[in-house]
């Protein structure tokens, strides 16, 4: 089945420093790759997605790259901000051998992301 | 954007009751919708799908006549927690599919005393 593993956190890091939360996932088929992230007291935001392998997602700074011969999809960011602190899921959905049903996503456990000023 | 909204975003309620949780799009129709529940510092569970007009698919280990879901138009799925106890508190979301990409509810904090 698909399965998807994140870093644990929590995650401390100071203003403008470099950002690196590693996800790998299985998977059958042909998954999308999907960082979410939720902030305090709110409920999930798509932060950036992949489709296909060597695809590189990016929103806001952030960034990651679909490899398929890694089965990852980091999430990286060059410079983070106090407003980044947030919890981040890596997630799959597999479209491929389903036959391209609406598929629901699998999740990693999640990342606590702490910036510190 | 393209908007889910989720209701009550908090809940409590007396353990032996029902809850039913609201999830809607707002300004464009969700053939399928997905419930999801997350446990404290863990990840979302897929619970289970549902697809409007038909009748929801459950996960392995979630109990279809504990948790009720209704799709019954394309702007509104339903999930009612039936004879809640207290291990049934939880964060409960949805998640509206209607374009390419799922949009998340903004969640419901259920505590069952």
């Known amino acids: 089945g698909n399965s998807v593993t994140q870093m644990e956190g929590p995650v401390t890091l100071s203003e403008e420093a470099f950002l690196t939360i590693n996800c790998t996932y299985t998977?059958?088929?042909?998954?999308?790759l999907f960082w979410y992230v939720q902030y305090p007291g709110e409920g999930l935001q798509l932060l950036l997605k992949a489709t296909k392998a060597d695809d590189k997602g990016s929103n806001k700074g952030f960034e990651a790259t679909y490899r398929k011969e890694t089965t990852s999809f980091h999430l990286e960011k060059g410079s983070v901000q106090v407003s980044d602190s947030a919890v981040y899921f890596c997630a799959l959905t597999s479209m491929g051998l389903s036959g391209g049903g609406a598929d629901g996503l699998t999740f990693g456990k999640g990342t606590h992301l702490i910036i510190q000023p | 954007g393209a908007v889910v909204s989720q209701h009550p975003s908090r809940v409590i309620c007396k353990s032996g009751t029902s809850v039913k949780i609201e999830c809607r799009s707002l300004?464009?129709?969700?053939?399928?919708m997905f419930w999801y529940r997350q446990f404290p510092k863990q990840s979302l569970m897929l619970m289970a799908t549902?697809?409007?007009?038909?009748?929801?698919?459950?996960e392995q280990g979630v109990e279809k006549d504990k948790f009720l879901i209704n799709h019954a138009s394309l702007t509104l799925s339903t999930l009612t927690v039936t004879s809640a106890h207290p291990e049934d508190s939880s964060f409960y979301i949805c998640?509206?599919?209607?374009?390419?990409?799922?949009?998340f509810g903004q969640g419901t904090r259920l505590t069952v005393v």
């Open positions: 300004d464009f129709q969700a053939t399928t």
């Open positions: 549902s697809n409007e007009g038909s009748k929801a698919t459950y």
């Open positions: 998977a059958t088929g042909y998954p999308s």
């Open positions: 998640s509206a599919r209607g374009q390419a990409d799922g949009i």
